[in-house]
């Protein structure tokens, strides 16, 4: 299995960005991905996840109302829409995946790891 991030990129204050997850490869039985961000010189946050089996979502208090997680069953691909970014967003952006598993926004918990992506926000 693996995890391929993209849509990162540079963008102001406000705007918006799309990442998504590419899963290559198959899963099988029920799984949570979930989507983490290192800003420059901090340690990687848990910020949003996803359950496969009912679709059941999480958000860190510092993207809950700005961030929206969806997914695309047909397309194994997890998005992040991320709406009224910060300058405090700017970092590397991951995805992971946690096989049989529910939802949970700690790094620990999680198996596979993409290259991640990064998202720049600055005016």
């Known amino acids: 299995l693996q995890l391929v991030e993209s849509g990162g990129g540079l963008v102001q204050p406000g705007e918006s960005l799309r990442l998504s997850c590419a899963a290559s490869g198959w899963i099988s039985g029920y799984y949570a991905i979930g989507w983490f961000h290192q800003a420059p010189g901090k340690e990687r946050e848990g910020i949003s996840c996803?359950?496969?089996?009912?679709?059941?979502?999480s958000y860190a208090d510092s993207v809950k109302a700005r961030f929206t997680i969806s997914r695309d069953h047909a397309k194994n691909t997890v998005y992040l829409q991320m709406d009224s970014l910060k300058p405090q967003d700017t970092g590397v952006y991951y995805c992971?995946?946690?096989?049989?598993?529910?939802?949970?926004?700690?790094?620990?918990?999680?198996?596979?790891w993409g290259q991640g992506t990064q998202v720049a926000v600055s005016s």
């Open positions: 992971a995946l946690r096989p049989f598993g529910k939802c949970a926004l700690s790094q620990f918990a999680f198996g596979s």
């Open positions: 996803i359950s496969s089996s009912d679709g059941s979502s």
